[in-house]
């Protein structure tokens, strides 16, 4: 199976989930801003949890996991870090042992020897940049998702 033809199927089945488009939508938006975080291997579990906990859609948020992907999730991780050494300027307190860059020049990239020497240097600013990003991205999701199945919901009822 194709990546469009895969594509079309589970939009398809999102917009025929038996759900209030509010439920669909959260849920969605919750495992977009999930898969933001370096929590990798908690995705889906923290997404379903919060989903249950929140009242959306489970399935929705098991589907918004999967923009994670491994094409996606180093550019994922590595914007989510950028944001997080650029918020660690307004809260240097916080994380004191972390290099301050001067410019986003300076703003060092990823070491794998560093990482697992150091992994408090790299996961706390990915952390702290995914809340934000993961925010954003995740209340965009919601917003174009919840039209989306108003206007499916609407124009199928016209249909009948």
Do not use: E
Not at 30 to 42: D, H, N, R
Not at 69 to 96: A, D, E, N, R, V
Not at 129 to 148: D, H, K
């Amino acid at each position: 199976m194709g990546f469009k033809r895969l594509f079309r199927y589970l939009f398809l089945r999102l917009l025929r989930l038996k759900a209030s488009p509010y439920a669909i939508a959260l849920g969605l938006a919750i495992g977009v801003a999930i898969s933001f975080t370096p929590l990798l291997g908690a995705h889906i579990i923290l997404a379903v949890s919060l989903s249950w906990t929140l009242r959306a859609n489970k399935v929705s948020a098991l589907l918004g996991t999967l923009i994670g992907t491994p094409w996606t999730l180093p550019f994922m991780l590595f914007l989510s870090y950028k944001t997080g050494i650029l918020c660690t300027h307004f809260f240097h307190k916080l994380f004191p042992t972390i290099p301050l860059p001067t410019s986003l020049v300076d703003v060092p990239i990823f070491n794998f020897k560093d990482v697992y020497t150091h992994p408090t240097t790299f996961f706390m600013p990915t952390l702290l940049g995914s809340l934000p990003l993961g925010i954003c991205v995740g209340f965009f999701a919601y917003i174009t998702i919840f039209m989306l199945i108003k206007s499916y919901r609407i124009h199928q009822r016209t249909l009948k």
